[in-house]
């Protein structure tokens, strides 16, 4: 086995770690944080998502006129590449939240290491788009159309479909330890950050950015 193929082991063996002993790998990756490999597990999340979108948007009629040729395609791609920037986005975001709240905690700590181990803490969101990407092959249209129309009719639901996955749970409470280990503080004072964090997270989802996206009037 040569060099780089023991990093890769050891890199996919760090993520396995973080799922099922979260503490102690996580007191192991701050002892020498890397937020390149943090960055590739988000990386990886955000291509599986952005593949699925693909995959099922392609399955779909074009809302309102029928665009054709290049035009479908590149509103199809479009599209995908929203998944793309929201894992990046509520990545960064959540990141950056968890740290504000925990410092006017009164606690300290470096905000490389959060991102860092919130990048590990991502990992259960690779089990849940390597699932949705699965099922984008094998989905039915007429499912698929049923689903959507379902979903258009209550954004809001949908919206919080997406949030609120078991998946995404497990990545939360990920997080809550990510903090505690992080700033070296309480559990309850972790989950207060987190909490927080989410709140205004699953605000700018559910009901800021469906607004912006309707525009003025």
Known sequence: MNEREKRKLGFIGT?????????????????????????????????????????????????GAPPTGQLEQGLIIMEAMMPLIGVFGTWLISSALIHGFSR???????????????????????????????????????????LATSLRLNPIANAALDIFTIFRIWSIVLLVIAARENYEISTKRAIAATVLSFIVISFISVFLLPLLARGPG
């Not at 990886?44 to 699925?52: S, T, V, Y």
């Not at 089990?127 to 049923?146: C, G, K, N, P, T």
């Open 104 to 146: 006017a905690l009164g606690e300290s700590g470096y905000f490389r290491s959060m991102l860092t181990l919130a990048g590990y803490a991502s990992a259960p969101l690779l089990i849940q788009h390597a699932i949705r990407l699965a099922d984008s092959f094998m989905v039915s249209q007429e499912a698929l159309l049923q």
């Open 15 to 63: 993520i396995i770690r973080c799922l099922i002993s979260p503490r102690s790998s996580f007191r192991s990756i701050l002892e020498k944080p890397s937020l390149m490999k943090a960055t590739a597990v988000v990386l990886i999340i955000a291509i599986l998502a952005a593949w699925a979108s693909f995959n099922y948007r392609g399955k779909l009629p074009p809302p």
